[in-house]
Structure formats: structure tokens, C-alpha cells
């Protein structure tokens, strides 16, 4: 199952994928793949924020 997918059918998963960034309060991270998925939840809704290769992650977070 594709990243963002599992993201949809279970917005609050357990953390082995996804991580809280340092330093902000409210959002997370996602990898898929060579891409890095920047998102923050309110309730059961996810907002993407920002979608980046690794490097240019590393580089704005």
C-alpha cells in the first residue's frame, strides 16, 4: 500500500512511518518512496502541506 494511502485509510497511524518534525508543533512527516510527504492533521483530516524529494527536506526542515 502506496504511503498516501495508508494515510486516507488511517489517518493516525502507529509512527513507524510517520514522524513529527522537530520544532513544529502540529506537523508530520511521511516518506514515500524518494519523497518526503509534509502534512498536518486536524481531527480525522489530513493537510498536505508540502511534498519534497529528500534532499530539498533536509535543506526546508
Known amino acids: ?7 486516507k485509510s488511517n489517518p493516525f497511524p502507529d509512527g513507524k512511518h510517520v514522524k513529527k518534525l522537530k520544532g513544529y508543533e502540529e506537523l508530520y512527516r511521511l516518506p514515500v518512496g ?16 508540502d511534498v519534497l524529494s529528500k534532499p530539498d527536506f533536509q535543506k526546508a526542515y
Open 34 to 49: 524518494d519523497l518526503r510527504v509534509v502534512f498536518q492533521r486536524s481531527g480525522s483530516r489530513i493537510e498536505v502541506i
Open 1 to 7: 500500500m502506496d504511503g498516501c494511502e495508508r494515510l
